[in-house]
């Protein structure tokens, strides 16, 4: 379950379980609850602020949590719905936000580290990546409208429709991240790029954010059905 | 006309005639259902497959074929729609694609190159330009719609406002190719780079495509009248 | 107020006050005026022709007569719809354009810098910046379109929350604007590439331009109003 610390007015969203590392950090309908709820408290907060997310280990995140979700199929398009909600929020939280990528952010995972503002990414190991090209998965309408309007249209190519793993460099190169770091540098050059920013926790952060990103906002805020998600064909 | 060869799992569609070397390849009418006839034999083939566009000599395409366009101008709004239904074509096919610039690419066929998936241009010679604004022509809303998505909007400024002509390495710094190659080495890069793609030839593929390129073929798929091709003033 | 000055076919726009160095150039309502008066006489002159945008000393141009403003609030979205008219004029033009930064473009200065065709920025000093987020100040709906169709998202994400400033190394790796020169050679290299580019005043030229900018143009088309100007919260 993700948990919360707090460096000086930087807020450190862990996505992983507090004393365990290598977790993938999946989203369970019930981490996701917990996702929010820890925004609420970060949101709640009064004065300059701004968030880092991060994990500890390997991954960043691996995204959808597909042992629920296959036991749960009856129930997909809601649950997208709900991870979306992260998305979209997290575009326009009333904060800077940063996404300290630590390990491995592929799928719905790396859509999540789209959603911040600004990355850092671990130089040495762990991959961005779009894996659904290669499990014969769809993208929604939301991820979709996430990740096109986010990256350019040949980035978006690249990342969508050959599910490449790229690195730190390759990233950067790409424009999918900002800046790398050694291993043990991520989080706290991601807390000083944060905490940089604090200052501009002000009520016309979101403002701007909304109408910035509105294109985005309006592919994920469309609800999931069985006719904008066809698997193929 | 357009003829087709293959290499193990890659189709290469050259887009010259047979035994010619330095032919212009301009979309003649006829030309054109070529095209849609051989990549009816391409997408028909089953199993992992990636397609490879190239031409051999001094040009990859140069675009509309103007001596019969100005010999039958009551046919151009028709004409144009066709030439634009190879670019919709190729930006949505059912597996990837490779354009292997061995030469000029000019207007059109500038756009035809735009169209794939990922580009290699020749290193020493060719460039890629739309020369509308040097001969007086207006973009049609496709292909004012294919350009603008295809390119950020400043590389799009330059190169239809001032018909720049791009080298290899500028057109790579643009972002309007991936790599360049040796003349000798231009369609076997090409060959090489879309053959660790076929295994990506699934349903899904033109699903995700179609989404990821909604805007493009929105405009794309916008039949051109008198009213729309507007020519200056 | 503006003025204007010829070399060879490029015309000079000056910003600041003819004998005058170090002015800010801000927006007040007579110097909109007389900049609309100006491009009037540019493009009504006949035949080969480019413009380039200068002014001299420290500052292009600070943006909004906030002096102006805060004793008219009563008729700020009025004021403000002038200042796009402006940004969406240039965007449009009939001849190429080039702004010559000698100096800070700050705010809707900064805007206008995006509104040529090209920009070249002084190496040694100055800065393109967007300090509304300093200022607690929103972006219109105009400002907004502009700023994020003429910028890759990521670019305008960090311009428009964080208030970055650019100096010229910074602002061409964000694709801000594309050449850098000596303080004393801003002028001349901008003339010499607005120069090269005066063949391209043909009336095809804002054909092109008006649907390359297409969305952009709908953003600062729209008038500004209380409910589409949000201050926060």
Known sequence: MP??????DVFVLYLGN???TDSENRFHPDWIDEFHDQLDRVEAAEGPAALVTVATG????????TDWLFANLDRMHGYLDRVHSMFSR????NMPTVAALNGHAFGAGAMLALSHDFRVMRSDRGYWSLPEIHLGMPFTVAMNALVTERLTNQV??????TGRRYSAVDAIAAGIVDTQADADRVLADAVARAGALTANRKPILPVIKRALHARA????????TAENLPFGG
């Open 90 to 93: 997290l575009l326009t939280l």
């Open 58 to 65: 390997k991954f960043f995140s691996n995204g959808l949590d």
């Open 156 to 161: 978006a190519v690249e990342a969508m429709t």
């Open 217 to 224: 906002l309006e592919g994920l805020n469309t609800p999931t």
């Open 3 to 8: 948990y919360l610390e707090r460096d000086g």
């Open 18 to 20: 507090e004393g365990q």
